[in-house]
């Protein structure tokens, strides 16, 4: 069977909507399904958002090591009044334990990315902007993926404000970041790292064999569950996979459903072709 139609029956679990791309570093993609389709961009939005924050380190817009005062009320994008933050819908309980007092971006930085923290993301989101990520997504060629509202903003949901996100654009912010065109050798290197070292590994690492390296940000709400990232295997060239999905199925189920596709897209990967390549192409430092 081929890899598509293994994903097709793996799309009819819960009325799943299954968009999937993989390919190298740079070129075309050997695999896409519904790559454009737009979905909630629930965690995933963490990775354009960290890059944009090097992006104004890098530029001296901020510094690392800047303090950041820790709270959960925010200013809502629907233009008046405010909203709180809610601890239980929180993933990392850490910037929680720290409100009230300072904490370096850098550390926020590392706890919205390896920890999923929703808190720490939208401290971020407040002193990055909302510009800065878009910025993101335009210079990695991503069409349809936009931040419009911090985590939890109700009142901008409703106002018809949504995190989009596609499988495609996503891919493209990890080509684009690995391939130097986001960022420099040095800050492109953490961020790969705090990809790597993420504590959430039930979605795409869950369906690769043991020990495979990937760096990757999932994300998940109650509609959706996404990861996006790099997989490097042994004797291979890097390949880049998002699977994202909309769908109706509980957590842990719809998990099952991305590490399955990650699994399909790991047994018919090129192997040959990635082999020849990973002689021929250079690949980021880590």
């Known amino acids: 069977m081929t890899a598509l139609r293994e994903l097709d029956a793996l799309a009819t679990r819960g009325g799943t909507v299954l968009s999937v791309w993989a390919g190298p570093l740079d070129g ?4 896409t399904r519904r790559a454009d389709t737009v979905h909630q961009a629930a965690s995933t939005l963490k990775l354009p958002l960290a890059i944009a924050a090097r992006r104004q380190v890098e530029g001296g817009v901020l510094d690392l090591d800047e303090p950041v005062h820790v709270h959960p009320r925010f200013s809502s994008a629907a233009g008046e009044g405010a909203y ?17 007092s300072d904490v370096p971006i850098g550390w926020l930085l590392e706890r919205a990315i390896v920890a999923s923290s929703n808190l720490a993301t939208n401290l971020l989101i407040e002193r990055v902007g909302l510009a800065a990520v878009n910025e993101v997504y335009a210079l990695a060629g991503a069409t349809r993926s936009r931040l419009r509202r911090g985590i939890q903003d109700t009142a901008a949901s409703a106002a ?6 596609t499988a495609g654009d996503l891919a493209a912010v990890v080509r684009g970041l690995l391939g130097g065109q986001l960022l420099g050798p040095d800050a492109t290197c953490d961020i790969e790292g705090l990809l790597a070292a993420g504590e959430w590994n039930d979605a795409i690492p869950a369906g690769l064999p043991p020990n495979t390296y990937v760096a990757h940000k999932p994300g998940w709400t109650g509609e959706c569950c996404h990861d996006v990232g790099v997989v490097r295997p042994a004797g291979e060239a890097p390949l880049v996979l998002a699977v994202f999905t909309t769908t109706r199925l509980p957590e842990q189920a719809a998990h099952a459903v991305v590490a399955a596709a990650s699994g399909i897209v790991w047994r018919h990967r090129p192997r040959a072709a990635q082999a020849r390549a990973a002689l021929a192409l250079p690949t980021s430092p880590r």
């Open 160 to 165: 018809g404000l949504h995190n989009t996100a």
């Open 84 to 100: 709180e933050l809610n601890a239980d819908n929180d993933n990392d309980h850490e910037p929680w334990d720290r409100s009230g």
């Open 28 to 31: 075309p993609p050997w695999l």
